[in-house]
């Protein structure tokens, strides 16, 4: 059945998730967008519902997902129910409602060797998006998006990711207590410092290894910082002050997987 108003019930639930608040309180997200529909689809993420523009039809990329698609109720709805329920300035003609995952940390925990991603209090989406996708490429075992980091489930997070997001396992959680629970099933701790000595380059990432990164402007959190076991630094020869967080992120991991997978 279509739905044309922008004060329908269904429709004030939905845009009500482009706040945080209502995130949490209905375990539910939005996604926008062909692509990111499109990867949700393809790794059976709990979607609830599909919303597409009623004059365009479904998208010829989604088609395919409509046919055989037994999990999810496809919606026709106005492009002004569409402009409400979507928080970019030239929306897509489709979006999704998604339950959000319950993956806990003990996969994390369980696994040999280990290669985390842990983020501590980045502030900004983009940064944090970006991680998400940079982890995905460098084949990292998921991602622990601490308290006080940026949602995760934020709508520009989860752009940001450009699909990885449904590709690897992301988990909000209190790192005072998963990162001594971690620490004690010999995982190690590894976080950059302008005052470490040795090399991200010479370290040695195999193993289970955390990568632990910090705010953008004041890094690692003293009391995470407690809890590290390894600092390294990113040598930078050049003139730049200092890197995007997303950056350092990414040449760690880089690196870290050309350890595991590619060294000699």
């Given amino acids: 059945m279509e739905i044309v108003s922008v004060h329908n019930p269904r429709v004030k639930e ?16 939005i996604i926008e967008g062909i692509h990111l529909v499109q990867e949700a689809l393809n790794y059976d993420a709990d979607i609830e519902c599909i919303a597409y523009d009623m004059d365009k039809g479904i998208p010829g990329e989604l088609t395919g997902f409509a046919d ?6 496809w919606v026709p709805v106005s492009t002004a129910v569409i402009e409400k329920c979507t928080d970019t300035v030239t929306p897509q003609p489709v979006f999704a409602i998604v339950r959000k995952d319950a993956a806990g940390l003990n996969e994390f925990l369980d696994k040999k060797d280990s290669l985390i991603i842990v983020l501590d209090r980045l502030q900004d989406p983009g940064n944090v998006g970006t ?20 949602d995760v489930y934020n709508p ?39 005052a470490a000595e040795n090399s991200c380059y010479d370290y040695d990432f195999r ?27 990113i040598p930078s020869p050049g003139q ?16 870290a997987m050309r350890q595991r997978h590619y060294s000699a």
């Fill in 68 to 73: 055989s698609q037994g999990h999810a109720e």
């Fill in 207 to 233: 193993g289970a290894k955390w990568l632990v990164i910090g705010n953008e402007g004041s890094g690692v959190s003293e009391e995470v910082s407690r809890l590290v076991d390894d600092a390294i630094i």
């Fill in 131 to 150: 991680i998400i996708r940079s982890a995905d490429a460098a084949g990292a075992d998921g991602v622990i998006v601490g308290r006080g980091s940026a």
């Fill in 240 to 255: 730049a002050e200092s890197l995007n967080a997303a950056m350092a992120a990414t040449i760690l991991m880089f690196e």
């Fill in 14 to 29: 939905w845009a009500q998730l482009l706040d945080k608040k209502y995130r949490t309180r209905h375990n539910k997200y």
């Fill in 156 to 194: 520009k997070t989860i752009r940001s990711t450009m699909g990885s997001f449904f590709h690897l396992p992301v988990v909000e959680a209190d790192l005072a207590e998963v990162l001594p629970k971690a620490k004690t099933e010999g995982v190690t701790l590894v976080s950059t410092s302008l």
